[in-house]
């Protein structure tokens, strides 16, 4: 992940809508995390604390 405070995710496999639901865990300490837009291609999340500089990791999964 790159240092910032939001990152797109994309998906292996578009969705035939956005109509599914983003769970997620970053590997860093963050305070506030949300699923900012959903497309058929990707996602966006916000954490409100940045990644260090060796970066960070996200776990999620897509459910429908």
């Known amino acids: 992940i790159v240092r910032g405070t939001s ?11 956005t109509s599914y639901g983003i769970h997620f865990q970053t590997s860093w300490a963050s305070t506030s995390t949300a699923v900012l837009s959903k497309a058929t291609g990707n ?21 429908r």
């Open 7 to 17: 990152t797109v995710v994309q998906l292996n496999e578009s969705q035939t809508d």
């Open 43 to 63: 996602f966006k999340i916000e954490h409100s604390t940045p990644t260090s500089t060796a970066g960070g990791t996200i776990d999620w999964i897509l459910v």
